[in-house]
């Protein structure tokens, strides 16, 4: 009974910030207005999504785009983390502090802050434009909507992995050494296996945000590359077509339970470790 009172406050809030605005995008995503204002159930919206071209690449491009920023998250979060975890810096703490630090700032004003840097005046192309060197366009590229992924969830990587590397058991490492594996065999076989729960949450949670983005996508690419977030901005606060937002709401939501499905099979199958 204690449980059920404690656990009271969740369930409302669940209820209302997450089950409520749920059923009201699959009622919006699947059903259509009528010109005579009447609202009938249908999956046309899902039609006319899936055979305009424009808007399939966009979705196409969003996917390859959160991709290719999750994976040069891992590769640069991977190291990050293991170092941080395996250091016995005794302010390990601060470091910490300092990835996260960033965080603190609102994204529009993080992703803003590179404009400035970026820009064919900015910090960089002025700094070149002494040396007589040219103005590089940075900007309004697929390259820089990648770049401001990777900077604003790169901590998103590197948490989940350092957390789980920090919680293994030493003597497993100790173990290993014993019975005469080198470190790269215990990275291999041992470290890196035990660490696969920590690598998929940073996954999980960097392609997720990364691949419904739109924020990074208007400030950076001059609306030369729309994601299928922007899009669906789009439909809700200027077309004001909340029926189509909704579906292609949906098409992605479907589309991330997917990914994290795999995933999560993917994990559970690679489970253990061990030196041969």
């Known amino acids: 009974m204690k449980n059920k009172v404690i656990s009271f406050p969740y369930l409302v809030w669940a209820l209302v910030f ?3 605005p749920l059923l009201l995008i699959f009622y919006y995503g699947f059903t259509v207005e009528l010109e005579s204002g009447q609202i009938i ?9 899936f055979s305009n071209s424009a808007y399939t690449n ?5 996917l390859w785009m959160a991709a290719l920023a999750t994976f040069i998250c891992l590769i640069v979060g991977y190291p990050v983390a293991y170092i941080l975890a395996m250091s016995t810096y005794k302010r390990k703490g601060l470091l910490l502090l300092l990835l996260v630090i960033p965080m603190w700032m609102n994204l529009l004003l993080r992703t803003y802050a590179w404009v400035t840097i970026l820009d064919d005046t900015g910090l960089i192309n002025t700094f070149l434009g002494k040396f007589g060197i040219k103005p590089i366009q940075f900007m309004y590229n697929q390259g820089s909507i990648v770049f401001a992924m990777v900077y604003n969830f790169l901590p998103f990587m590197i948490l989940p992995i350092n957390s789980v590397l920090s919680k293994m058991d030493t003597s497993v490492f100790e173990a290993a050494h014993d019975l005469g594996a080198n470190k790269m065999k215990v990275f291999t076989k041992v470290t890196l296996p ?4 920590g690598i998929f949450s940073g996954i999980t949670m960097v392609f997720m945000p990364a691949v419904t983005t ?20 789009r439909q809700f606060r ?21 990914s994290i499905i795999v995933s999560s099979k993917y994990e559970s199958e690679d489970k253990g470790g061990g030196l041969f």
């Not at 159930?41 to 999504?49: I, L, Q």
């Not at 966009?58 to 969003?62: H, T």
């Not at 739109?214 to 901005?233: C, E, H, M, R």
């Open 18 to 20: 997450t089950l409520i």
């Open 41 to 49: 159930f249908s999956t046309e919206n899902f039609v006319k999504f």
């Open 58 to 62: 966009a979705l196409i491009r969003s």
């Open 194 to 197: 035990l660490s696969v729960p």
């Open 214 to 233: 739109f924020a990074i996508t208007d400030i950076l690419s001059g609306g030369k590359n729309d994601l299928i977030g922007n899009i669906v901005q």
């Open 238 to 258: 200027e077309a004001f077509n909340w029926h189509y937002g909704a579906t292609i709401s949906i098409i992605l939501m479907v589309l991330i339970v997917i």
